[in-house]
């Protein structure tokens, strides 16, 4: 919870009885506290997911699912009444799509991403099949907690095709490729994916970038270690079965041992079969990593972003020293540095001094362009580097934030585990003492 | 004397001893299970009241570890209906001796008792397992209507196990005073020549235990196989029975209970993976360096719990298991044995009636009567040793049942204070503050 929301039910650690709803999604609930945003003036929320099936592009019959969006105006819930919601189906691509445009449209922010889209780092128990109903379930959570983020996010809130994602079923994909996003999502493509050097980028991105990579590094090799000891932990509780039955069977040839034996066997299966619950709820706490760990993504995107425009900025203000220098050779008639001009005018002979002032002129006009084009670039790059780093920042107070978040509500998990296993193992006992 | 067990074979009519407290039970209630003779003093409070032994002769708490043992069996002596112990034996301080020849262990054995059988009243001699076999043999040997309670394995595969390691020696130890005590506490038993020899003599001369003979007259050999039993009496049969079904039951829960202590390791070798990840993570942040270094630390707290717990496993809890099953096979032949006692006498029986029918006796021959008396009196032993045994059995099980039970308990507890520390480390000074002042409250 929020430092403003209910510190009390933590700080008191005696009485740590958060139930597992409430446990399920605390960011969720704290951004839905805090009221930024479109969240000011609607709830949203994915209330849903379906199976649907359709003949698709290639004209072949597939099996899809759908997420129900509601939306709601915040005023419009009375005391009188509570209006139905406005509902519209969106698919997982469709997300994809919007996210692409945030992302391209405003490439300064850190956008967040969307839920896996295949079940990628599971343990044994849960199937890696998008169509298992826990997964579905998991996604569309995770899908709610995308469209909060952006609802709450003070840039991307006011976005028209975001407002429209949530309000306009048909023909909103049309919208999205009538913003034009499409060119500039290639061209920035072909960028990223050049490879290219700059001499100064501004070294907060590239320190924000190493945090990137070895943030991810960690989160990856954590949740993989965390799902084999999920692993495990099922292995050590399941095997206590085994004690129930023989136990069961023992006290059938016992006379005054029997019911002992038998009620504690009772008490044993609860221990095993109370795993299946444990486990279910740390899969909230994997998923919350997990955001984290895409975020380092759009992290990495922004500081990529830099790179490009610094990288620009960089290659104008070369252009633009190169004809500067070009010129001022031509004036002086220095060739400081080689040039096959220069050895063609060796070798050729010099040229008129009308050729050369006509060349002059042209260098002229070229350096005032150049130093346009450098000033435009130096603003870009500037105001880039502001905006950008006014979300990082807030980017790391939204991770600093969650992240205590999860790992409190992983602590509040283990010390719950704790005292069941404390609780049922006394039961045990009283029940062996009588034996 | 104030000792109202018989020196004599308990023969039928005797009263088992019903409610007599285990000595497993208070072995484990000492606490006394490690080989040290300092261990004692840590129950000493216990031993705050005058307490002295049955004949009026003060506790003495010079000899430690024994004493300890004393204390405690005389604390839980208050729910004996008037049955009173003068005899106490331990086995500790275990030692390793190193001669040209081989190495081998020496434990103490300690006896402290108020018998005219014993010319002293304190005994401490040292005995190594070979001592203990000795003993066992003998036991069985003289004693062939008993129960005799069985030994830790003899042989142990010199390239698997280390025989001399720490765990190897003290479940040994604790399996050796297990049957010592046993046999102590046996009120036929524990009057055997050999258990005196056993116990007080320096130099056990184990040649001397063939020139010992039992007392109680002719020696009782038995022949096996050649008689066929007739109809065996319901209760054997019911014993018989019952060892058939209780055996496999042992088994499975030998079985899950490594299976258990398996899963744990592998659990075990996964969280000291996880542990450190945190603290790799803590070194890349700035706020919340300190709340991740602290998860980590939680972790290692409960990989440490976990060991200690899996280890309390394998050393208290599959020992015993192990144990009984030896135990059911002792049993076993007990009962092989007076069937084939019974066949005897049955055979002998037949042929004496048959022998009647020809008209050559009239009186029922002396050796058939012997037998019947062998019959009768082998059947009262078992008897009385098969209730000691199911008493016995129900004490150890329960103790090792809510031993396992504690185990848990305290690895459960250790966790979560581990997890409830990490808090504190979570929340901002500001919500501290908010704490404090509602606790204020």
């Known amino acids: ?435 | 004397m104030s000792a109202s067990t018989p020196k004599a074979l308990a023969s039928s009519g005797q009263k088992p001893i019903q409610e007599m407290c285990h000595p497993l039970g208070l072995e484990e209630a000492a606490g006394v299970l490690t080989p040290s003779p300092d261990v004692g003093n840590t129950r000493n409070s216990i031993g705050e009241k005058d307490l002295s032994l049955p004949n009026g002769t003060p506790v003495e708490t010079s000899s430690p570890a024994s004493s300890s043992s004393l204390l405690n069996r005389l604390q839980l002596d208050d729910d004996l209906d008037g049955e009173t112990r003068d005899l106490f034996v331990t086995v500790d301080d275990p030692r390793k001796h190193v001669s040209t020849m081989e190495t081998y262990i020496t434990y103490r054995v300690a006896t402290k008792t108020t018998r005219v059988e014993f010319d002293l009243p304190e005994y401490s001699v040292r005995r190594r397992y070979q001592d203990f076999d000795w003993l066992r043999t003998r036991l069985e040997d003289s004693q062939p209507t008993h129960l005799i309670p069985p030994l830790p394995e003899k042989f142990v595969m010199k390239g698997v196990v280390d025989r001399f390691s720490e765990e190897f020696v003290e479940t040994r130890r604790k399996a050796l005073d297990k049957f010592l005590k046993r046999v102590a506490d046996h009120p036929v038993l524990s009057f055997n020549e050999h258990l005196n020899a056993f116990l007080s003599a320096k130099d056990l001369n184990k040649r001397q235990g063939l020139a010992l003979l039992t007392k109680m007259g002719e020696s009782v050999k038995y022949v096996t196989g050649g008689y066929k039993l007739r109809a065996r009496p319901m209760e054997f049969a019911a014993m018989g029975e019952y060892l058939d079904m209780f055996t496999p039951k042992l088994g499975t829960i030998d079985r899950i209970a490594q299976r258990i202590i398996k899963e744990q390791s592998e659990y075990l070798v996964e969280l000291r993976e996880y542990g450190p990840v945190y603290s790799t993570w803590a070194v890349s942040e700035a706020e919340l360096e300190e709340p991740l270094e602290g998860v980590a630390s939680c972790i290692a707290n409960c990989s440490s719990a976990l060991d200690e717990l899996t280890e309390d496993m394998s050393e208290d809890f599959l020992p015993v298991l192990r144990e009984y099953v030896l135990y059911v096979e002792s049993m076993k032949s007990v009962l092989k044995k007076r069937d084939s006692v019974q066949a005897e006498y049955e055979a002998k029986l037949e042929a004496s009636a048959s022998r009647k029918e020809e008209g050559t006796t009239t009186a029922v021959p002396t050796d058939v009567e012997k037998c019947q008396d062998k019959v009768e009196c082998f059947n009262a032993d078992l008897k009385a040793d098969w209730d000691r045994w199911q008493n016995n059995k129900r004490q150890d099980f329960r103790q090792l049942l809510t031993g396992m039970a504690d185990h848990n308990i305290h690895y459960y507890e250790k966790c979560l204070t581990a997890w409830e520390s990490v808090i504190p480390l979570l929340q901002d000074q500001q919500s501290q503050e908010t704490r404090s002042d509602i606790e204020k409250d």
């Open chain 1, 1 to 435: 919870m929020m430092a403003d929301c209910a510190p009390e039910e933590i700080a008191v650690i005696g009485n740590i009885d958060h139930t597992s709803a409430e446990l399920k999604n605390n960011i969720r609930n704290s951004m839905v506290e805090m009221e930024k945003g479109l969240l000011r003036k609607m709830e949203i929320s994915v209330a849903e997911a379906e199976k649907r099936s359709g003949k698709n592009a290639v004209n072949m019959l597939e099996t899809y699912t759908v997420y129900l969006i509601e939306t709601r105006p915040v005023d419009a819930v009375t005391e009188d009444m509570t209006p139905a919601p406005d509902l519209l189906w969106r698919r997982y691509s469709e997300f994809e799509l919007l996210r692409n445009y945030l992302l391209v449209t405003y490439p300064f922010v850190v956008v967040a991403p969307l839920p896996e889209k295949r079940a990628e780092i599971a343990w044994h128990k849960l199937s890696a099949d998008n169509m298992d109903p826990d997964f579905v379930e998991r996604r569309r959570v995770g899908l709610e907690n995308f469209l909060l983020r952006v609802a709450c996010h003070p840039v991307l809130c006011n976005d028209k095709i975001f407002y429209l994602f949530l309000t306009e079923e048909k023909g909103w994909k049309e919208m999205v490729y009538d913003t034009g996003f499409q060119a500039k999502a290639d061209s920035w493509l072909k960028a990223t994916n050049a490879a290219f050097r700059v001499k100064n980028p501004d070294k907060r991105f590239t320190e924000l970038k190493h945090y990137s990579d070895e943030l991810q590094a960690v989160l990856s090799q954590l949740l993989r270690v965390r799902a084999r000891v999920a692993d495990r932990l099922y292995g050590v509780y399941k095997v206590h079965g085994n004690y129930g039955r023989v136990f069961s069977e023992w006290s059938a040839i016992e006379k005054e041992m029997g019911d002992g034996l038998q009620s504690a066997g009772h008490h044993v299966d609860v221990y095993a079969a109370s795993v299946d619950d444990i486990l279910e709820e740390e899969e909230n706490y994997a998923d919350q990593l997990k955001e984290y760990l895409f975020y380092t993504d759009a992290l990495r995107a922004v500081c990529r972003k830099h790179e490009l425009t610094q990288f620009e900025l960089e290659t104008a203000a070369q252009d633009l020293a190169s004809k500067k220098q070009q010129k001022e050779e031509l004036v002086t008639g220095t060739v400081r540095t080689f040039s096959f001009k220069g050895m063609a005018s060796k070798l050729f002979g010099q040229e008129t001094a009308e050729q050369r002032e006509a060349k002059i002129q042209v260098l002229e006009q070229q350096i005032d362009e150049g130093e346009e084009a450098v000033k435009e670039k130096n603003k870009e790059s500037e105001d880039f580097v502001k905006t950008a780093w006014v979300d990082v920042e807030r980017f790391k107070e939204q991770k600093d934030r969650d992240l205590k978040e999860a790992l409190i509500s992983y602590a509040i998990m283990q010390i719950s585990m704790c005292k069941k296993g404390i609780q049922v193992w006394t039961n045990a006992k009283e029940c062996f003492n009588k034996m």
